[in-house]
């Protein structure tokens, strides 16, 4: 493979990765909210683009909400079957192991 001759210097390095850098996005307000949102874009506030509706937010949001409330009460359903047998939670190992003195926690082979 080609070797080049000489070392490329900082500035024409610099000259040739100007063009990867990254470009500004272009924020307007909308006309329905005011909310800033991209140029040539839906509003994800309040679903318009140009004065007409094609997104139903508030749909999107009930089912979000929903998706969250179902999640949280699995959580708490796991939580709650861990509790429930006992002398399986690490905790109660935990405090056991603590309220053993020093010597008694160590193990020799």
């Given at each position: 493979m080609a070797q080049p001759k000489k070392a490329t210097s900082r500035s024409k390095t610099k000259i040739r990765r100007k063009s990867f850098r990254l470009s500004s996005v272009n924020l307007i307000a909308?006309?329905?909210?005011?909310?800033?949102?991209?140029?040539?874009?839906?509003?994800?506030?309040?679903?318009?683009?140009?004065?007409?509706?094609?997104?139903?937010?508030?749909?999107?949001?009930?089912?979000?909400?929903?998706?969250?409330?179902?999640?949280?009460?699995?959580?708490?359903r796991q939580r709650e079957s861990i509790q429930k047998v006992p002398g399986k939670t690490p905790s109660s190992q935990t405090r056991q192991l603590v309220s053993k003195p020093l010597t008694q926690r160590t193990t020799s082979k």
């Open positions: 909308c006309e329905q909210c005011g909310s800033l949102k991209p140029a040539h874009h839906i509003c994800l506030v309040c679903g318009t683009y140009r004065g007409k509706k094609y997104l139903d937010v508030e749909k999107k949001e009930r089912k979000e909400r929903k998706r969250v409330q179902e999640a949280e009460a699995q959580r708490e």
